[in-house]
């Protein structure tokens, strides 16, 4: 089922999602859901206060390949990268964020198993990106320069 993604200015988007405790039909439908909306969206990666769930879930597209991770958390983090990234829930605008170049993360699949998971270069920064909706942060609040409209870069 494609969902609605919410858009800068709603308040889900700016409070701290709630740990996952349970891996249930709910949450598996809700990834299933997440993915489907993220595909038709054009998306990399989205996390679930963008669909109006407070829960410490992000989906992100690795080579065509959909993953879930349940309760992320960057561990470490090495190198720096400036580069310009959009959102779906800031629809038109694509700011210079300063990112990790490579992360260190754990987060649980949807059998409950907690792994770790090394990532460098887009796969670092979607993480890192979709890893900040999960605790209230936007872009917009990350930006170290004026947004742009993407045609202008």
Same mark, same amino acid.
């Given at each position: 089922?494609?969902?609605? @993604?919410?858009?800068?200015?709603?308040? =889900? *988007?700016k409070i701290k999602a709630k740990k996952v405790e349970k891996i249930d039909e709910k949450v598996k439908n809700?990834?299933?859901?997440?993915?489907?909306?993220?595909?038709?969206?054009?998306?990399?990666g989205l996390a679930a206060p963008q669909v109006g769930e407070s829960l410490r879930i992000i989906v992100v597209d690795y080579?065509?390949?959909? @993953?879930?991770f349940i309760n992320p958390e =960057? *561990?470490?983090?090495?190198?720096?990268?400036?580069?310009?990234e959009g959102c779906l829930?800031?629809?038109g605008v694509e700011v210079p964020i300063k990112r990790a170049e490579r992360i260190i993360f754990k987060a649980?699949?949807?059998?409950?198993?907690?792994?770790?998971?090394?990532?460098?270069g887009l796969l670092a920064r979607v993480i890192q990106h979709?890893?900040?909706?999960?605790?209230?942060?936007?872009?917009?609040?990350?930006?170290v320069g004026e947004p742009t409209p993407p045609e202008e870069k």
């Open positions: 089922m494609i969902m609605e @993604i919410r858009k800068i200015g709603d308040p =889900i *988007l809700l990834v299933r859901d997440m993915i489907e909306t993220m595909k038709f969206s054009n998306g990399v080579e065509e390949n959909p @993953i879930a =960057i *561990l470490e983090m090495d190198g720096e990268v400036l580069d310009y829930s800031v629809p649980q699949d949807l059998q409950g198993r907690t792994k770790r998971y090394k990532a460098k979709e890893v900040d909706h999960l605790e209230g942060i936007l872009i917009l609040d990350r930006a």
